[in-house]
């Protein structure tokens, strides 16, 4: 009688973590590139963007690999949310601290994806909340709003810019809102659930 085949475990070193591995490298690197000279020189803020725009890309193919390939492991389910908001946070620290960018804006992005993220693993013992298509627009506008401002850019694309990071501010209490609610509903059945079972 043979033993059934053991499931494969995928190795740490894979192409999804490596690109996840890679977005956590470009961080410090973005960093440099954005305070080059004072910070207003357009050229080393065009690299910087071109930089912030690998790691936004990254971040499209690596988890979607992982999880096409059974490429999942433990250190990237942490990695990448963290490669996530590092990069994002760096560019928004940076712009603020630059002038470009006002402080609040800063301010409530950071707590929302901070605070999603604790809230996250806060009820991660009743389930998980998964990311709806609000939230994947918010990630979208965010990134597309910050790679703007990463840009110099003067006349119409300077004003529509400001537009899209408005809408990014917006979709970001929104969806962070939802995400609270969706935590409460899941928190109170999970509890709920394990009433019913004590009660047995």
Not at 24 to 36: D, K, N
Not at 58 to 69: C, K, P, Q
Not at 85 to 91: F, N, Q, V, Y
Not at 94 to 99: D, I, K, M, N, V
């Amino acid at each position: 009688m043979t033993a059934a085949p053991a499931s494969r475990q995928a190795g740490l070193f894979n192409v999804a973590n490596l690109l996840t591995m890679a977005r956590l490298v470009l961080v410090p690197g973005f960093v440099l590139l954005m305070l080059v000279d004072g910070g207003h020189d357009p050229v080393w803020r065009a690299f910087a963007w071109a930089a912030f725009a690998v790691a936004m890309i990254t971040d499209l193919f690596d988890g979607e690999l992982a999880r096409r390939y059974d490429l999942v492991t433990d250190f990237g389910k942490i990695a990448d949310p963290i490669a996530d908001k590092a990069i994002m946070g760096a560019a928004l620290v940076c712009l603020s601290a630059l002038g470009d960018l006002p402080w609040w804006v800063t301010g409530v992005i950071l707590f929302r994806e901070l605070g999603i993220t604790l809230m996250r693993f806060w009820v991660i013992r009743h389930g998980v909340i998964p990311a709806s298509r609000g939230g994947k627009l918010k990630t979208l506008t965010q990134g597309v709003a910050v790679g703007m401002y990463i840009l110099v850019l003067t006349g119409w694309l300077a004003s529509l810019r400001w537009w899209i990071m408005a809408a990014a501010v917006i979709l970001t209490v929104v969806t962070g809102l939802d995400y609270v609610r969706q935590a409460i509903v899941l928190r109170r059945q999970g509890m709920a659930r394990d009433r019913e079972r004590a009660a047995r």
